[in-house]
């Protein structure tokens, strides 16, 4: 009885079943959930829907595969068997024309130090007013915190028009500043913070301040200690978000000594003519450092989309 | 707490040069410092940009004219006339409905799928989140390219496969929509799939050995137990999937260009030709703030079916 049991819930191919009994040894095992479902049927659409599921995820995985294969293949050979998914001879070509045909290695600084410039002013600006928001009060206080809700309601077109005419009156077009200062805070940054900054005890604080620590020495030394983990989510997703930024740095740099890699790629792939290899190896390049950090830090872009999620 | 905090912070401000305030007791705040930079940030590149635009929507504002002439609401009224508009709306629209349906539809489906924790399944939720870190032009270019009739893998597999005339995908005024659909559901899905795993992973698993005595299979458990526990996180992936597909912008600069004919271009797109292909920025402050009461009328719909959906 037992072990015919056991093999219908292996029929079944659902791991929940076949879990629960293992962990409820006590109680007796429920097969309920077959009722209804003949054995072959269950077991066929399990295997179906696992079928599915690894066919859509080689479906992902397929267009960044081709993308290496373009990138390290002539353009010859391309053209002469474009079913073939990898190179017969692999080469730097692609790599090397890259770097010949457009600024590449500028472009790469410029992503950095928009990216990475734009998410640590981001975070610390962001953090200094939510420390504010959540642990000390001052006059405006609430006023303050609508007010940011309020612009977080608000699509980025409706500003990008009139901060684009500022720009151009400051005379930041095609600058690191013009990139970055307009960026370097965020509603949802300090929204975020302030809730994870109230949930802290306030003990802490308290203790801090009998001990003679002030306001900056708080949030320096007390709360941004405590937020180790919050902080990291936020610049992974941040920082990714920006790398991949198009329409801002589109609009602020049109040289392409001060592009970023989306804008300068996305103007190159329109060129008729377009070195393919020299394009995949470009796309490839510009996806590899974010690739590599999700790889290496999965969970904290998990983290970081599920956080934002959930709340 | 919040009365000690205050005391005790205002104790300590005048240690660092405080300014006294007149008509007040009360001394220099120091919050205000902590504050500052986001305030003047938000001030000068946020909210004095939605005030100015509201006002340059009002205008005939042309960069570089001497004069920018008050019209009213000539420039909505326009718009309203203007059937380049209304195509654009119909293809946003379009994109936002299907991609947001197709999103949330297969990502709860992969999601249902892949919900335990083994090996294989991380794998595979590894494979369907990757698309996440990659920009939507690369994704754009990768796949305009993969669709290339010349080049392109998969027209060269349809034809081994004995296709004799492949379609046009990007080249075709039919066909480029739906593409560009496709494209975006293939880049979305692992985003809505990693928050309905996070959502199920909150699911209380009582409730399903509750579910399994009262005698429910897989598919009632699913509809009785799984669906209403994600109700919060499908309404977030909704939300968030409605309101950047009516902001579709990158994926169909990078694919289409707007084009064929126009076939794909999408409100963000007209607003940037507008705006700083032919510098009518006047124009395209209206359709921004179109765009703009389009999202907070879609947002608040939804949000208003999921509350009427909570209390009955």
Known sequence: MAASEMIAHRDLGSERLGRVPTRLPGRPRRVASLMGAPRWAARTGGALSWLVVVVGAAAILLPFAWMLGVAFRTNADLYTDPARLWPDQWTLHGVRAVLDQLPFTRLIINTFVFAGGTTVLMLLFDSMTAFALARLRFRGRNVLFLLILATLMVPFQVTLVPVFLTIYHLGWLNSYQGLIVPRATSALGIFLLRQFFRQLPGELDEAARIDGAGNFAIYWRIILPNAKPVLATLFIIQFAALWNDFLWPLVISSQTQMQTLPAALTLFSSQSGVDHAALMAGAAISLTPLAIAFLLLQRYFVQGVATTGIK | ?312
């Open chain 2, 1 to 312: 707490m919040a009365a000690l905090t205050d005391s005790s912070g205002l104790a300590r401000a005048p240690a660092r040069g405080a300014v006294p305030r007149r008509s007040s007791r009360r001394r220099f705040n120091s919050a205000y410092l902590f504050v500052a930079p986001s305030v003047v940030i938000i001030a000068v590149f946020i909210a004095e940009p939605i005030v100015q635009s509201a006002w340059m929507s009002l205008h005939n504002w042309t960069i570089g004219a001497a004069d920018n002439p008050f019209v009213g609401l000539a420039n909505f009224t326009a718009l309203w006339h203007d059937s380049r508009f209304w195509n654009a709306l119909r293809v946003t629209v379009t994109y936002t409905g299907v991609v947001t349906v197709g999103q949330v539809g297969l990502g709860l489906a992969i999601a249902s799928r892949l919900r335990r924790t083994t090996w294989y399944s991380s794998l595979l939720r590894t494979a369907y989140f990757f698309p996440f870190v990659a920009s939507l032009v690369v994704v754009g270019i990768i796949w305009k390219f993969l669709l290339d009739p010349q080049v392109g893998l998969i027209d060269a597999w349809l034809s081994a496969l004995g296709v004799s005339s492949p379609p046009q995908w990007l080249e075709s005024t039919a066909l480029a929509l739906p593409t560009v659909i496709a494209v975006g559901i293939w880049k979305n899905v692992g985003f809505t799939m990693i928050v309905l795993l996070a959502g199920m992973q909150q699911v209380p698993a009582d409730l399903y050995e509750a579910a399994m005595l009262d005698g429910a299979g897989p598919w009632r458990r699913f509809t009785a137990v799984t669906l209403p526990s994600l109700r919060p996180a499908l309404l977030f992936t909704t939300l968030i999937a409605t309101i950047t597909g009516l902001q579709l912008f990158d994926l169909v600069f990078a694919m289409t260009s707007g084009g064929p004919t126009f076939s794909t271009e999408s409100i963000v797109m007209y607003l940037y030709e507008k705006g700083f292909v032919e510098f009518q920025m006047g124009y395209a402050s209206a359709i921004a703030w179109v765009l703009f009461v389009i999202i907070l009328a879609v947002s608040a719909v939804q949000l208003r079916v999921a509350r009427s959906r909570d209390g009955g």
